[in-house]
């Protein structure tokens, strides 16, 4: 069964703490994507990676950490430097070959952080 | 801003009426694309139109691309109380290193 997961569903944290999110994709999708919906609000990219050991910032990237040392995963840390956490995250991959770089993204789905 | 700009921001119609809507942006693009999201859920991917077409189907949606207004819309036809969740554009700007930028939503609600 092909897809993208995410977890926990729901993640607490205290203040002070680091958190991890997790994603992982059976896709074999080269690029993954993090991003971050605020109720309301449409989605804003947190940081993306286009191929393993490599990722950028994206729009709104300060507090936050990524790694990417497998294909399948990349995981998202929300740490004590972001103050404002709270919000649902969402994960998502995507196939990079040259002519069609930018298409369709497939979403995990979410997590729910919410701060104690 | 170069995101997706959505109107409207909330409609609401009763089952088997159409549901349409826009959405603008700012900047030449190499696709646009819409999503769907349930409440709480990952968003869904809808239908992808690229620069070079006008109109676009799949099932009971039909999303047109004016690249001289700069703008799209969405149309639902024959809606369900089950089409009732958020649309969220997405463009694909040039030079973009293959990110998305996503407009506002629109949320849809069909009662039935």
């Known amino acids: 069964d092909g897809g993208i997961t995410q977890s926990p569903k729901y993640l607490f944290r205290k203040e002070g703490q680091n958190v991890t999110l997790s994603c992982e994709q059976n896709?074999?999708?080269?690029?993954m994507y993090w991003y971050r919906q605020d109720p309301g609000q449409g989605l804003r990219l947190i940081y993306y990676?286009?191929?393993?050991?490599?990722?950028q910032k994206g729009d709104i990237a300060e507090g936050y950490s990524v790694s990417r040392e497998k294909k399948e995963s990349f995981p998202l840390t929300v740490t004590s430097a972001q103050k404002n956490p709270t919000a649902f995250y969402l994960c998502a991959s995507s196939s990079t070959s040259r002519d069609r770089w930018g298409e369709t993204q497939y979403f995990g789905p979410g997590t729910r952080l919410l701060v104690l | 801003s170069q995101q997706g700009e959505e109107d409207p921001q909330a409609l609401s119609i009763q089952e088997g009426e159409n549901a349409t809507m826009n959405c603008s942006y700012k900047t030449s693009i190499n696709n646009l694309q819409w999503y769907r999201q349930n409440s709480g859920r990952g968003l869904v991917h809808l239908i992808l139109i690229r620069s070079n077409e006008r109109e676009k189907h799949s099932g009971r949606l039909r999303v047109t691309l004016d690249t001289s207004k700069k703008s799209s819309s969405l149309l639902i036809t024959a809606s369900r109380a089950a089409d009732t969740a958020s649309y969220f554009c997405a463009i694909y700007p040039y030079n973009q290193g293959g990110k998305l930028i996503f407009g506002q939503g629109t949320e849809l609600s069909v009662k039935p």
């Open positions: 990676s286009q191929i393993v050991n490599d990722f």
């Open positions: 896709l074999n999708h080269d690029a």
